[in-house]
């Protein structure tokens, strides 16, 4: 039965020899770290927090704005216990009201009564989280309801300007977020955003910064808001003819990527933990369970994406009870579920025409060390007796690029019969795949596609609890 699998699976990939294209697009050092921050929070806060709405008309009374307890050490510590590795503010929404005392607007917490004008959220938390050790991150909103200036060329300078502040007060700023939202501002003009400009800004201030907005340039939008990625899921992006907001690539095209893309732009899935961006007390009981966001953590992550996780905190100006609880709990599904990799102790090996070598860097546990898969090559693993799985997770070693297209994992029992078989496509950083519980004695992995050599950095094996296991869309 060995035999035969295997012969089939040459005979449907060894036809079309490969051929090395080095000009392969790859990640940049900034882009690689990015990628292993996996999971971060997203924080909506500000007039609309008070106001109960989600997008301010920009004529909110400064004073509004008024947390009774500031407490950016909670958010840090909730994030921490979630798993969190970062956290992303709104310093500025679309209605203009600036977090910190900006010097290029009036409408600030500098204005407000809000610890007597003395108040910088864009401190507190900074500093908090280089207390906790997390990334620190800045969603700044180009469109403005409020500012005078918007609709006007000088507005171009005004945003360039709150950014030079921001790094300058609070960096080091690991990501920053763009909206692409482009409305009318208070004179009923939209304002034409010079892109190029504002990244010029960014990389000279803060070369290290990864950008985000619909088309990157470092990190795209996954064209959706409910932080999922598409199965198909290509860390690469055509940008050439395409700009941000209503002139970005069809949302589908976010989702997917481009399987040829010129530029390694990998998506982030951002999503909310409540029905709305901003606190909202009649969501209470809205909030996402921690099974709720373990589903959305297979659909992210396990497609190769990054999770951007959005926890909005209430007028205390606290992470609100409802929502620590569900990210406590998610995080404890993600420690029961991945804290045994019952690969460790399997065979890792490599068939290829000329025979079979061992391969034990699939399942080292380090993700740093790879086996190259050239195509028809066949990886296995096979476990000392049978062993019951439900989830297997594929990584890619990104630093050679993304090259898996389609693959096909194939679980067999101890007489090498095939219990079951897996379609699935693209591999990039974290593929989780998950289905009904099934014992095994080897698993066999062919990619049927590839660009050029695959570089396999781990092949993970566990056995989760099966109600978690992925729901359909
Ligand atoms: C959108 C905004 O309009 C929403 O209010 C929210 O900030 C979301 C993350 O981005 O473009």
């Known amino acids: 039965m060995k035999k035969i699998l295997i012969l089939i699976l040459f005979s449907a990939t060894v036809v079309n020899a490969q051929k090395q294209n080095p000009a392969v697009p790859l990640p940049t050092k900034q882009q690689l770290q990015w990628h292993e921050m996996e999971f971060y929070l997203f924080v909506h806060f500000g007039p609309n927090t008070f106001t109960d709405k989600e997008w301010g008309e920009g004529d909110e009374a400064v004073d509004i ?86 609709g006007t060329p000088g507005y171009n300078d005004v945003f360039v300007n709150m950014m030079k502040e921001i790094f300058k007060n609070y960096g080091p700023v690991w990501e920053f977020w763009w909206d692409g939202a482009n409305g009318e501002g208070p004179n009923g003009k939209r304002q034409e955003y010079d892109w190029n400009r504002f990244e010029k800004t960014i990389r000279q201030l803060s070369p290290n910064t990864v950008v985000f907005s619909d088309i990157g340039p470092d990190i795209r939008w996954v064209g959706n808001e409910k932080g999922i990625a598409a199965g198909t899921n290509w860390n690469l992006l055509d940008t050439a003819g395409f700009k941000r907001g209503l002139g970005a690539p069809p949302n589908d095209t976010l989702q ?115 086996e190259t898969v050239v195509k028809a090559n066949l990886m296995q693993l096979k476990f000392e007796k049978s062993t019951s799985i439900n989830c297997i997770i594929l990584r890619e070693y990104l630093n050679k690029g993304q090259q898996v297209k389609n693959f096909r994992i194939l679980l067999m029992d101890g007489e090498n019969n095939l219990i079951k078989e897996i379609n699935a496509s693209t591999v990039g950083r974290k593929r989780i795949l998950t289905f009904p519980s099934t014992p095994v004695k080897s698993i066999a992995i062919s990619i049927d596609d590839q660009k050029n050599s695959a570089t396999i950095s781990e092949v993970e094996a566990y056995l989760i609890d099966e109600n978690l296991i992925e729901r359909k869309d």
């Open 65 to 150: 704005f008024n947390p009774s307890n500031l407490n950016c050490d909670q958010w840090c510590r909730i994030a921490k216990a979630s798993g969190a590795k970062g956290i992303i503010i709104t310093a500025k929404h679309h209605d203009g009201f600036c977090l910190w005392p900006s010097k290029y607007s009036t409408h600030t917490v500098g204005e407000s009564k809000w610890k007597n004008g003395r108040g910088d959220v864009l401190k507190e938390l900074s500093t908090a989280c280089k207390r906790h050790g997390l990334k620190f991150g800045v969603y700044l909103s180009p469109w403005d309801r409020n500012h005078h200036k918007y």
């Open 256 to 370: 997917s990527g481009n399987v040829n893309g010129k530029n390694w732009i990998p998506a982030e899935c951002d999503v909310s933990i409540r029905p709305g961006w901003f606190y909202h007390s009649k969501e209470d009981d809205k909030v996402k369970s921690a099974e709720e966001l373990f589903q959305l953590y297979l659909k992210s992550v396990g497609r190769g994406a990054n999770f951007l996780l959005n926890v909005p905190p209430d007028r205390r100006g606290l992470i609100n009870e409802h929502d620590s609880t569900a990210l406590v709990g998610f995080y404890r599904l993600r420690k029961e579920s991945f804290q045994k990799n019952l690969a460790l102790t399997a065979k890792g090996s490599l068939t290829s025409q000329t025979g079979t070598k061992s391969a034990p860097r699939l399942n080292d546990g380090n993700p740093t060390s790879f």
